[in-house]
């Protein structure tokens, strides 16, 4: 039994779609193009044309999605979201803060405290640059850069605590 075998050389920036007929086209649209023949390029252009519009009817490209309308209409949708990213507006966390602060400061020890002062963490918290993506902790620069006021306490001690003179 004999299978025949063809090799095929497949190029990663390769399109699926640009078959033998299409690469043929461009070729012989090249070829006139350098000939000066203006009607053969037109007359091959078209053609291109015709192939485009098939593999758009494929693909479904160009087709204008309809947006999908939330449960309840899009004012109850927006007013969930507004809802769910202001809520922290109404919380005090002064307490929570306070608490977190004593904590930390049981942990130090005198021989391994260093002053760290806070003006020097609400400048560095001030001046991060909102546009660079969040580290490892996934805290974005505009959420520090925000809450400059109620994190540079705490990151205050936390500095203290991690730094040995």
């Not at 299978?3 to 920036?13: A, F, G, Q, R, S």
């Not at 070829?31 to 000066?36: M, S, W, Y």
């Not at 204008?64 to 809520?87: C, E, H, K, W």
């Not at 020097?120 to 400059?148: H, M, W, Y």
Request: hydrophobic share 35%.
């Amino acid at each position: 039994m004999i299978i025949p075998k063809k090799e095929i050389k497949i190029w990663p920036n390769s399109k699926p779609w640009v078959n033998k007929d299409i690469r043929e086209l461009l070729k012989r649209k090249q070829h006139a193009f350098k000939t000066g023949d203006l009607v053969e390029k037109r007359r091959i252009q078209k053609e291109l044309s015709q192939h485009n519009e098939t593999i758009k009817t494929i693909t479904g490209f160009g087709k204008q999605n309809n947006p999908v309308v939330p449960p309840g209409g899009i004012s109850t949708f927006l007013s969930d979201l507004n809802q769910f990213y202001a809520r922290f507006d109404n919380n005090d966390f002064t307490d929570v803060n306070y608490d977190l602060r004593e904590t930390l400061k049981n942990y130090i020890t005198d021989d391994e405290k260093i002053v760290v002062d806070i003006a020097a963490v609400e400048r560095s918290l001030k001046g991060l640059k909102t546009n660079k993506s969040a580290g490892p902790d996934r805290i974005g620069g505009k959420v520090l850069k925000s809450c400059f006021k109620e994190l540079s306490p705490v990151l205050r001690d936390l500095l203290g605590m991690f730094t040995i003179s």
